[in-house]
């Protein structure tokens, strides 16, 4: 086994195993009747053509029937200029938080990038993948300050009456 084959079967381990991340908390979320929680793994967070390859966890906190998946565990290209993502690949497992059988893996065969809405998990998981931790930390120090303390906007100006006839 050449050199090229080995390095190419070690970095399709290393893909093969997102269980094995260290995944941290992000957000929640509804998927219909169920609740989804959301982490990402910011010790694999990898620079690849421009872009950051993000891993992120979904898990179902309740039980799902038999022929379903609990967990899914999916690559995110992140374009950090463009505040956009593509997801490139996505293994859904029967249990949670990424273990157990897996039920099925699709990967993209090309990225096709969206931009993220506002408050969504997209724009979360770019902030995460893309702010160095130390800004990131600044920066939700900096929002709780304004938070509790931000006056309120002041009530727009009534629109005068239009004028009788």
Sequence with gaps: MNLRRIALAAALAT???????????MASTRLGEKTVDVFFDPTRIRDQDGHKMVWQLDNL????PANQARSAVRLFAVDCAKASTALADLILYKDAMGKGQSLGRQTSKTLEFETALPDSIAELLIFRACIPPEQQKMLMEEAAKAKPGAPAAPPPAPSPAP???
């Design 15 to 25: 893909v093969a195993a997102p269980a094995a991340a260290a995944w941290e908390p």
């Design 61 to 64: 906190r309740d039980e799902v």
């Design 163 to 165: 004028a009788a006839k």
